[in-house]
């Protein structure tokens, strides 16, 4: 394959984890093919999903004003997506502030050490979006109905991300291709395996179900959102792969429809 329609977890990886194995992978893959193609469906994901948590550390720490209280108020979270996530900000601006190009000097005091670990983020996250779309060849898919807003810190200190998600106002932009392949949606809801036990799998079963047997319904931002992982593997272009660190979920999704996934 020529090509590569980089989905959500390559873009986190490749912006948002300076300086680790992780980010070198992605910077290698990336070079084994002519075109890489960024749907902007990853941008959506990935400034709802990664970059909002790495928002939340910043605003943590902004609220706190302390560095301890704040590896405090994550020890206690419960383990999950919002935990590791939490871990894996704190450790990007932790190698932030030890990068000397960054010019972040870590203070001697636990409230001062909060603002160097704060601005590390705040520093991240707002280069990091100025970078979303100069590391691919080519954004690809656009989504008419969603507002591409950069992030943006209010008077209170603490970051606005809004919107996260398309607008509910108007129909998917998407609907009208995914009505157009009946045999695909089947494919893919094939895919996925019934009464799994995890939610994502419920609700994207449902979602493909919904548009096979209501083709007329209109496609909300609920739908589409549900649709997740099953996006890419519809929209990848034939001669491209689905380059992601999440082989578990895209890989049956890509070969129902005879397509590929691969990892960096």
């Not at 995914?178 to 979602?207: D, H, M, T």
Request: net charge positive; proline share 5%.
């Amino acid at each position: 394959m020529t090509d590569a329609y980089l989905e959500t977890t390559v873009l986190a990886d490749f912006l948002l984890k300076p300086k680790t194995p992780k980010q070198q992978k992605v910077k290698e893959a990336l070079g084994r093919y002519q075109n890489t193609l960024l749907p902007v469906y990853s941008i959506k994901e990935w400034k709802a999903g990664l970059l909002n948590y790495f928002a939340y550390l910043h605003d943590k720490l902004v609220s706190t004003k302390s560095l301890a209280n704040t590896f405090q108020a994550l020890s206690v979270l419960p383990q999950g997506y919002r935990r590791s996530t939490s871990m894996e900000a704190l450790a990007a601006a932790a190698q932030m502030v030890k990068d000397a190009r960054f010019n972040i000097v870590l203070g001697s005091t636990d409230e001062e050490q909060a603002d160097s670990y704060r601005l590390a983020l705040y520093s991240l996250i707002m280069r990091s979006w100025a970078k979303r779309r100069k590391f691919a060849t080519k954004v690809v898919d656009e989504l008419t109905c969603y507002t591409e807003a950069a992030p943006r810190v209010g008077k209170t200190g603490l970051f606005d991300f809004d919107p996260k998600q398309c607008e509910d106002d108007d129909e998917c932009c998407l609907a009208t291709r995914f009505k157009a392949e009946p045999a695909i949606l089947e494919a893919l809801r094939n895919a996925i395996p019934e009464k799994s036990g995890r939610n994502e799998y419920e609700k994207r079963r449902q979602a493909l179900k919904q548009l096979i047997k209501h083709p007329k319904e209109r496609v909300n931002r609920e739908t589409c959102r549900h649709l997740g992982d099953a996006i890419f593997a519809f929209f990848c272009p034939e001669n491209a792969v689905i380059l992601t660190t999440n082989l578990r979920d895209h890989e049956p999704l890509a070969k129902a429809v005879g397509k590929k996934a691969e990892k960096p």
